[in-house]
């Protein structure tokens, strides 16, 4: 009675593309609203064709990449501190859930002058983005540490490197997995909120030509299906890693 | 109804030479009598509601829309009009799917937006002078735009307005995008991006950064693109559809703008003070409210204004450079993007 | 073995408590001037109420805590966790869901540094001890409760200490792999003879195995009995029915009545 998987992502995908192209069909609102999805494929081959959706995408792609590795880094350093010092945690997270609240957008163009522009600027904005789900997951995955395997690490006499890499870390891993997964997919948003920022290519520059320049609003959805699609290659990427990474559990 | 659409017509035919012949007392006059609401031929029920999109956020630049509502002029054309904010590519896609009846949108725009299908048209100029220009400090800006080559601009993206006048200058220079090194600022922040030495000169609204750098101590010199390569400024939108189906409507709206912004001409005040009407907050900064707005007056009346008549001999030739650019093609036709009252 | 009594190894590290007191920064006293000697090799079970502080003193053996006053010494030196001389089995066997049973019995010479290649030999060896040999790749999920004792057992080992310390490691066993496997320890630590200390709740395990059976009070701990067992080894369960067995056991639940606990614990089942 179970379906392939393949068939059921087929068919989901499918009725996907007839809802779209339905809702296209009976409310009859223009290509420049709502392009029916065979007008953005269209779009699409010519977009690729042309190259331009290559150039965007690669910028974007070593965006996402570097923000991911440069925040989800940071936050798992920075979860581990402040999972094991209150005193740290204490001092700092006010700042880090503050920062959190704050519009990442307002913020941006801000950041982008302070780093003097230029990618640094863009993988700072993408990493900050990244930073706060993975940090908090780290924190709490690490707090949640069995006391008892603390006791018996301590009466090993195990130093504080061996208790992260053989403790603390594979124990919070499932906790740090969850973080990375809500954290690839903030990545992808914080390369085009960067990209906002400024920046001469990318999908977010994309967006915004296609929209405000162009007013190919096919184009526009090329990039935002390009986006989505990126975001779910990064977000099996990382449940593939997990299945490998995550230690068996009891 | 009839009759409402002959008076219109008779305000129309009435009003505008009266308004065109000059900053003279005859304009003022006809802005002083207009605010008396019994003046207004029906009631308030049987006013045509309009929506107007406006550009992304509330500013005196919009001032006679403003005028024209706190003062009358609207109302006297038999018209309920609501303001509405969107982004400039929205602003055009709104208006086209008749969404909003009318738009602020840049005459570049249109051209781009009509070419790629979106059925839209120029209705009536606002600003006789483009907008945008070149800005750097003060003895940095050179006069030949050839001489820009090299140096390194600041401007909100690769579109709109901004990129348009920037690409036609340094064209005029003999130069492309390639020849100099652009960066991006597309929260519109680039006159940070000057006072931090991060670019030599930036594109930038002529009523609006040079103030703006002013008031960080920054003296500056523009390079404005009118004489190097003209090209029409922001005015107002309709869809083929209103054209069509309503032309009275866009006569009215469009010459009661017109009358509104006569009165703002005439005296800037009138239209800050409606502005702080409408919009409360623009009404915190006066003394900066009425420079920008005079600054403002200045490019809407360069070379006398006429009402918002379409200079169509402009957008011929601001057609051709498009062109020359890569911006649009032939497909469209000057006439199929402008509409003349 | 031949005159019952259990010889002394060279490894063998005697232990010392002087006027002892431990109170938690909670504010309870755990342990109240506690003396206590153990002579190097002997094998001294510790038995009394919950909450007597019996936790507390293995703890404070093994360096895991140090005394609020008084002394705590391994062989003349304060204890320093991990350092090696003393091994400590956990009341739960606590090994390390997501590694082998080799890689938990080598955890205590992972985290001293000792490299993969010189860890191998001295892990199979202490498997073989408990006989886990052939569980070695395991998971500790896929190991029976009593294996997994051995497990915590083996790894307690690994270092060749001087001491070795039991924290009731047979009580979360039924009885008869209980029974089973103190046969197990008891055949071990003839072989193998460190000083062992035993916690426990059961009085005829703590019969079955020591040579000397001290009894503390209620909180804040503190000796109320000391006794000998006089039992010959090898014992076996068997040994339990023995007159000695019989008499030694009365009296730690004498003393245990002394040290007056109202509620039932596990040694007054009988």
Redesign the interface.
Known sequence: MSIPRLAVLAGSLLAFLLAWKLVALVTG?????LPAPEVVAERGVRAIASGTLWTHTSATLLEIALGFAVGAATAIVIGLLLARSVLLERVLSPYIVAAQAVPILAL??LLD?WF??GLVARVIICALIVFFPIAIATMVGVRSVDP??V?????????EG?RVR??DI?WALPVIFGGLRVGITLAVIGAVVA??????VGLG?LI??A???????PLMFVALVTLAMIGLAGYALIVALERRLV???? | MSRLRLLVLALLIFSIPACACGPGSACGTTGSVVPSGSEVPSGPASLQPVTVLLGFRPDVQFAPFYVGMHDGYYARFGLDVTLEHA???DV??KV??RQAAFGVADAT?VM??RT???PIRYVSTLYQAFPVAIIGPRGTVPTDPAKLAGMTIGTP????SS?HALLALLDAGGLTAADVT??????F?QA??LL?G?VDLITGFRTNEPLQLGRQGMAVDMLTIDKVAPLPGPGVVASDAIIAGDPTLVRAFTAATALAQQAVIDDPQVGLDAAAAIVPTLGEDPATGLAVLRATVGLWSEGGFDGGLIDRARWAAAFATMRHLGFIDASVAVDEMIWTR | MDDGSRGVTDGALALRLESVSLRYPSGIEALHDLDLEVAAGSLTAVIGPNGCGKSTLLRLL?G?LRPTAGRVTVNGQPP????GRVG?A?Q?P?L???LTVAENVG??L???GVLAAARAPRVAAALARVGLGPSARL???QLSGGLAQRAGLARALITDPGVLLLDEPFSALDLLTREAFDSELEALLVRRQPTLVLVTHSVSEAVLLADRIVVLSARPGAVVADLPVELPRPRSVASQAEPTAVVAAAAVRDALAISHVPEIGPWSAP
């Open positions: 609102v223009p290509d420049y609203i941006a163009p002058i003097g522009g008892t395997l006791e018996l690490f301590d009466a090993l006499g195990a130093g061996f053989r403790l594979p990209e906002w920022a400024g920046a001469s520059i915004n030509i929209d405000q320049g162009l007013f190919d609003t230690p068996p559990q009891r | 982004s400039g590519g055009i896609r086209a799917d725009d781009i937006a790629s299908g979106i993206g690769r579109f709109g990129w652009i960066r991006e600022y597309p929260q922040n940070e991006g931090n991060d | 093994a895991l320093r966790a991990g350092d400590l956990f739960q606590r390390v869901p997501w955890l205590p992972a985290a001293k998971l500790p999920a």
